[in-house]
Each structure stands twice: as structure tokens, then as C-alpha cells.
């Protein structure tokens, strides 16, 4: 079974910074695409960015600009650098390997509270 943990989040007020970190202990990790997804309190998780094997990027429209997805390989590692942080990016964050649906198992996440 794939682990995942998510780190870095924290209490942080708008227009701020940080950088998430995900270790995940699957050994294909080199050759899979990873993703960045949220769920905000009373919301269903929704996708963040994805980040490809040959290191392409894709974003949500509501972060686009703001955050950057990387990688990793020799760490395992998948980073989240958000920039400018809004209110509404408060969320638990999760990492995870795509595709993925309602039986998929998610880490522990890591909290982003933005204030205003």
C-alpha cells in the first residue's frame, strides 16, 4: 500500500507564502504522474495541479499563476509553492497519484489556513 505525507502547511495571512511537501513511499514514483488536491471545510476535494513524469504541468484555473507544482524523483518528493495565498486556498492538502476516485486512500493531509 502506496504512503503518503503531506507537510508544510500552516497558519499564514493573505498575500503570503508557503511551500507543501508530499514523500510518498511508491517505488514507480519516478515514472507517475502526481497530483495536488484540497478540500475546504463543508466542500468536496477538488484538484489542485498535477505534475506529469517528463514534468509537465498542469493547473486549476483558481490557482493558476499563483501556485507551481514540482517534483523530486530522488526524494520521492512532490512540492507545492503557493504564492499570493487567498482566503479561499484554506484547506487540508493532499498529494496523490492520479487517477483518482472515491475508493482511492489519501494521507493524513496538511492543514493551510489563510488569513485575512
Known amino acids: 500500500q502506496v504512503q503518503l505525507v503531506e507537510s508544510g502547511g500552516k497558519l499564514v495571512q493573505a498575500g503570503g507564502s508557503l511551500r507543501l511537501s508530499c514523500v510518498a513511499s511508491r517505488s514507480t514514483f519516478r515514472i507517475n504522474a502526481i497530483g495536488w488536491y484540497r478540500q475546504a471545510p463543508g466542500e468536496q476535494r477538488e484538484w489542485v495541479a498535477t505534475i506529469t513524469s517528463a514534468e509537465s504541468t498542469k493547473y486549476a484555473d483558481s490557482v493558476k499563476g499563483r501556485f507551481t507544482i514540482s517534483r523530486d524523483n530522488a526524494k520521492n518528493t512532490v512540492y507545492l509553492q503557493m504564492n499570493n495565498l487567498k482566503p479561499e486556498d484554506t484547506a487540508v492538502y493532499y498529494c496523490?497519484?492520479?487517477?483518482?476516485?472515491?475508493?482511492?486512500?489519501w494521507g493524513q493531509g496538511t492543514q493551510v489556513t489563510v488569513s485575512s
Open positions: 496523490n497519484f492520479p487517477p483518482v476516485g472515491a475508493s482511492t486512500g
